[in-house]
């Protein structure tokens, strides 16, 4: 679940893709070690999914998404295997 913080982005991301020219959005999924990798670079995905489908509903264009899942790889605080850590499970969204 998006907390109210990250509801709030949206339309920042979205203001983001409008300025540019040519704007190109990777939204990526990741999280923690707890775990299978494979479950985890398929939740991942499903994570980067749902923001994508909330990129659209709010006016993006879906042909300028890219999804991807990085799963338990790039971790943002690193831990052992089998480690519940809130802050790896995220999504991150780069406009360029």
Not at 18 to 33: I, M, Q, Y
Not at 68 to 85: K, R
């Amino acid at each position: 679940q998006l907390t109210a913080e990250s509801k709030a982005l949206v339309a920042e991301v979205i203001a983001l893709v409008k300025a540019r020219p040519a704007p190109e959005v990777s939204v990526t999924g990741h999280t923690d070690t707890t775990g299978a990798a494979a479950t985890n670079a398929a939740l991942g995905l499903q994570r980067a999914a749902v923001i994508r489908d909330l990129l659209i509903q709010a006016g993006l264009d879906s042909g300028l998404i890219d999804v991807v899942s990085h799963g338990e790889s790039n971790l943002l605080v690193p831990t052992p295997d089998n480690t519940a850590e809130a802050r790896n499970r995220r999504v991150e969204i780069t406009v360029r």
